[in-house]
């Protein structure tokens, strides 16, 4: 007979923190998140407010950002509680929410940057029929596709958590996640573990040949109109190449944090930490990546800073004085 645990008491392990850097963790876990939030929201405000922006790229990127804003405000908050207060404790509804939230970001990171693929696959490919193909009720579609899809596989995945019994105590990581939460489990979890393998294998692979295949034709592509307008060669690879260098580095994170638990000899903090740079890294670079690269975008934001500096300029000349 199983002994099942009150989750209500049980707690995150979180970083083994030496005594008296909580206060130097907490404000770089703030600075991370305000800089997450500043970014990202910068992003999104610029494409819902500038009318010209309305086009399919920037949509998508819209919604990759929301997905980053989702995967940040996941794990950081509640990060930045525990540098803070040193609380561990985790009610079981707030952690399988956490934990829904990150499986959420992963997925839906990979099928809109899936998407984002398929839209320059018929931007550089078809561009004659670009805007008959990728019309407003299209793009709108795979946008919701593309979240529908990563909230349906990981709603399936944890309805596998329901009638679990848990025995443990102590979740050993840094934040909640479906493997974590039923390393506590009193029972094997056979269906859950196969389902998990399958469905991220699938996932990955599937997004990995959508994107092969668009940029394998989008090079070819890119290539022939290039022999005769190096302009439209260099064009190309700039609008696609942002995109490309952003599947890269969500590719390289999932694979430092894999690597980084095949090694024993690791230290836990800094597997912890390889973790967290997942839910960080991306998120700020992201936005510094496309207000880089998309000329549209950067000119959107320096207008609306000018527009605001004006308007703060023009308050502050003509302000009453009493």
Not at 240 to 257: D, F, R
Request: glycine share 4%; charged share 10%; aromatic share 14%.
């Amino acid at each position: 007979q199983f002994v099942v645990v009150d989750f209500f008491n049980s707690s995150l392990e979180g970083f083994f923190v030496p005594p008296g850097y909580d206060s130097l963790l907490f404000v770089l876990a703030l600075l991370s998140y305000v800089a997450v939030l500043l970014g990202n929201g910068l992003v999104v405000s610029i494409i819902v407010l500038d009318k010209n922006l309305h086009r399919p790229m920037f949509v998508m990127v819209c919604n990759l950002v929301l997905c980053d804003l989702l995967g940040a405000t996941a794990v950081l908050p509640r990060l930045m509680v525990h540098f803070l207060t040193g609380q561990k404790r985790m009610a079981y509804y707030p952690a399988i929410a956490q934990a829904f939230s990150v499986h959420t970001y992963g997925v839906a990171a990979q099928t809109i940057l899936g998407a984002m693929a398929y839209d320059r696959y018929i931007a550089v490919c078809e561009p004659l029929r670009y805007h008959a193909i990728m019309t407003s009720a299209r793009l709108h579609c795979c946008c919701a596709l593309a979240w529908l899809v990563a909230l349906l596989l990981i709603a399936v995945l944890f309805a596998f958590h329901a009638n679990v019994p848990l025995c443990g105590r102590t979740i050993r990581h840094v934040y909640c996640s479906n493997r974590s939460i039923l390393s506590l489990a009193c029972t094997p979890t056979t269906v859950n573990n196969i389902y998990g393998l399958s469905m991220t294998w699938t996932v990955s692979t599937g997004i990995f040949l959508i994107i092969a295949f668009s940029y394998i034709r989008i090079l070819q592509a890119s290539l022939k109109q290039g022999q005769t307008d190096s302009n439209v060669r260099s064009k190309v690879f700039q609008t696609c190449g942002s995109h490309l260098v952003i599947y890269l580095l969500y590719e390289i994170a999932s694979v430092i944090i894999i690597l980084s638990y095949r090694f024993p000899s690791v230290s836990p903090n800094l597997k912890k930490f390889f973790s967290i740079m997942f839910f960080i890294v991306p998120p700020i670079i992201n936005p510094i990546i496309y207000g880089l690269v998309s000329k549209e975008l950067r000119s959107s934001i320096f207008y609306f800073h000018f527009q605001i500096f004006s308007v703060l300029m023009l308050f502050k000349r003509f302000k009453p004085t009493v």
